[in-house]
């Protein structure tokens, strides 16, 4: 168990919807970050945050939005939902984010989505 | 961050010792080598980093040729549980704004 929680674990939706994933990082861990797998591409960035603010921002789309709240869980929001949002969602979790050194990133057990 | 250069593909059998190689000629003096590895379908899981020394802990490790260019991964005694795809990452210390990038890996099929 790696301490950081991703919800829902699956979830099946149509095209055209919108979702809400959520993620809980580690306790004490300030930076969280967005994966996307796709079966044909590997583990993109999609986007990190660091208390609070966004710290670097990778392919993610338009119609895709992330934010960290207060209590360091993040959210990553997909609206009008493509066929080929269908993925699998990690998030990972680290203590400083990479600005003082030791980026050991801890990653949740993803979201499976699946647009219909 | 320096590229990293990985087989696609590997296979060991179980109890022997499974040696992941990884190459980055175009590494630079402050950049570490980091391991992770996905079980199918499972979140990534960090295994080992180091800079210059080897390193061990208690799932792997990490020799790195004295010259920094290339590095192995060692699994001592690989079982069917450590069938994964293992990620051979350079990373600058003091990263920033950098996010980790994962390239594709190296595929291994511990057999029994």
């Known amino acids: 168990d790696s301490g950081v929680t991703q919800t829902p674990k699956h979830l099946i939706t149509a095209t055209g919807q919108r979702v809400t994933l959520r993620c809980s990082p580690r306790?004490?861990?300030?930076?969280v970050y967005w994966y996307q797998q796709s079966l044909d591409q590997g583990l993109q960035f999609l986007i990190q945050?660091?208390?609070?603010?966004?710290?670097a921002k990778g392919n993610i789309l338009e119609r895709f939005s992330a934010q960290q709240f207060p209590d360091l869980h993040s959210e990553l929001n997909l609206s009008s939902l493509e066929l080929g949002d269908s993925a699998l969602y990690f998030c990972?979790?680290?203590?400083?984010?990479?600005?003082?050194?030791?980026?050991?990133?801890?990653f949740g057990s993803g979201t499976q989505l699946s647009v219909l | 961050d320096a590229k990293t250069t990985q087989p696609p593909s590997m296979d060991c059998a179980e109890g022997r010792a499974a040696n992941l190689p990884c190459n980055h000629s175009?590494?630079?003096?402050?950049?570490?080598v980091y391991w992770y590895r996905q079980i199918h379908s499972q979140g990534p899981q960090y295994i080992i980093h180091g800079l210059k020394n080897n390193e061990t802990n208690e799932m792997a490790s990490l020799i790195i040729t004295e010259d920094r260019k290339s590095s192995t991964l060692i699994l001592p005694h690989a079982t069917l549980r450590d069938t994964a795809v293992y990620y051979c990452?350079?990373?600058?210390?003091?990263?920033?704004?950098?996010?980790?990038?994962f390239g594709k890996g190296t595929r291994l099929s511990v057999i029994a």
């Open positions: 175009t590494i630079s003096g402050n950049e570490y």
């Open positions: 945050y660091y208390n609070g603010e966004e710290r």
């Open positions: 990452i350079v990373r600058r210390w003091y990263s920033g704004n950098t996010p980790l990038v």
């Open positions: 990972a979790s680290s203590v400083t984010g990479g600005r003082t050194g030791d980026e050991k990133l801890f």
């Open positions: 306790s004490g861990d300030l930076s």
